[in-house]
């Protein structure tokens, strides 16, 4: 029988930083327009760490089905699966159960939004919810996982830059426009390098398991070059915001000291490979919430 230890490791604490900051993100450019509803920025959090939980669990059972946590010398943190603490079975119906309560409390906050945002704008967010549902779900799970196909890279992009922090903006300002856009790709690009240090780390076992990643594909010194562009190109696009919309007083840019962390973590993982690139990825994700907070403080 699974204990209370077991589930925690399979949720992964250290990746929900970066779930968290998405909304945080998101809300505080909502701030920034006079527009914040705590409701919705609670339940959008819950959401958010949510859907990271079940991307995490059902990204342990795919791999260990296809056999990627038994082939080779695994890098990272020892699988539940993989240990035996948690079945196949178990986790299959953890995935289960955590998509039920995925699909309430997005149902719960679609409807709650309903009394700001007409019907055409509910539908989009009721099909934008079960794409993330999708896209948590079969990162590794089913015969065409995507990320077995050298697709995470985007779709981590594109679901923890775009999707959730325009998400979460809309969800307060109940309209679109370009402001968001800026930061929502920085963010973006914060997940990306997440999700490359796990690659750069896995590298070899995922060669022999036969998982292509872009880390895969570039080899790893390519893959480290790589991560200089995610990281230079996150610094700007958060620049290029302050630069248009927030105006010229020195203190709205104090948070771009922030940014000195993450080229020094780039440049110990220059030189690091394998299991010595494991703390990176908590680093990066307690980073990303850091870089928001002080983002947010700063624009407001």
């Given at each position: 029988?699974?204990?209370?230890?077991?589930?925690?490791?399979?949720?992964?604490?250290?990746?929900?930083?970066?779930?968290i900051?998405?909304?945080?993100?998101?809300?505080?450019?909502?701030?920034?327009e006079?527009?914040f509803?705590?409701?919705?920025?609670?339940?959008?959090?819950?959401?958010?760490?949510?859907?990271?939980?079940?991307?995490?669990?059902?990204?342990?059972?795919?791999?260990?089905?296809?056999g990627t946590?038994t082939?080779?010398?695994?890098?990272?943190?020892?699988?539940?699966?993989?240990?035996?603490?948690?079945?196949?079975?178990?986790?299959?119906?953890?995935?289960?159960?955590?998509i039920?309560?995925?699909?309430?409390?997005?149902?719960?906050?679609?409807?709650y939004?309903?009394?700001?945002?007409?019907?055409?704008?509910?539908?989009?967010?009721?099909?934008?919810?079960?794409?993330?549902?999708?896209?948590?779900?079969?990162?590794?799970?089913?015969?065409?996982?995507?990320?077995?196909?050298?697709?995470?890279?985007?779709?981590?992009?594109?679901?923890?830059?775009?999707?959730?922090?325009?998400?979460?903006?809309?969800?307060?300002?109940?309209?679109?426009?370009?402001?968001?856009?800026?930061?929502?790709?920085?963010?973006?690009?914060?997940?990306?390098?997440?999700?490359?240090?796990?690659?750069?780390?896995?590298?070899?076992?995922?060669?022999?398991?036969?998982?292509?990643?872009?880390?895969?594909?570039?080899?790893?010194?390519?893959?480290?070059?790589?991560?200089l562009?995610?990281?230079?190109?996150?610094?700007?696009?958060?620049?290029?915001?302050?630069?248009?919309?927030?105006?010229?007083?020195?203190?709205?840019?104090?948070?771009?000291?922030?940014?000195?962390?993450?080229?020094?973590?780039?440049?110990?993982?220059?030189?690091?490979?394998?299991?010595?690139?494991?703390?990176y990825?908590?680093?990066?994700?307690?980073?990303?919430?850091?870089?928001?907070?002080?983002?947010?403080?700063?624009?407001?």
């Open positions: 029988m699974p204990t209370i230890k077991n589930w925690i490791s399979a949720f992964r604490l250290r990746t929900l930083f970066l779930a900051a998405t909304v945080i993100l998101g809300s505080s450019l909502a701030w920034h006079g527009m509803y705590g409701k919705i920025f609670f339940l959008t959090l819950i959401l958010a760490v949510s859907l990271q939980i079940l991307s995490n669990l059902a990204n342990d059972l795919g791999d260990y089905q296809k946590d082939t080779g010398d695994r890098k990272g943190p020892i699988r539940t699966l993989q240990s035996g603490y948690i079945s196949v079975k178990q986790m299959k119906k953890a995935v289960g159960l955590v039920i309560w995925v699909a309430i409390i997005g149902l719960t906050l679609v409807n939004s309903t009394k700001f945002i007409g019907w055409k704008s509910t539908i989009i967010m009721l099909i934008i919810g079960l794409l993330c549902i999708l896209a948590a779900v079969f990162y590794t799970l089913s015969k065409h996982a995507y990320g077995y196909k050298g697709w995470g890279d985007f779709f981590a992009f594109l679901f923890f830059g775009p999707v959730a922090v325009i998400g979460t903006y809309f969800l307060h300002v109940h309209s679109l426009d370009f402001q968001p856009v800026l930061p929502a790709i920085g963010m973006g690009l914060t997940s990306t390098m997440i999700l490359n240090i796990n690659n750069m780390r896995d590298i070899d076992n995922d060669l022999a398991s036969g998982k292509i990643t872009i880390a895969v594909k570039l080899g790893l010194k390519n893959a480290k070059i790589y991560h562009i995610l990281t230079c190109s996150m610094c700007l696009c958060f620049i290029s915001y302050s630069i248009i919309y927030a105006s010229f007083p020195w203190h709205r840019y104090l948070y771009t000291f922030v940014f000195l962390l993450s080229f020094i973590m780039f440049f110990k993982i220059f030189h690091k490979s394998g299991k010595d690139l494991d703390p990825l908590k680093y990066t994700s307690l980073f990303s919430l850091l870089l928001v907070i002080a983002f947010a403080l700063c624009i407001n």
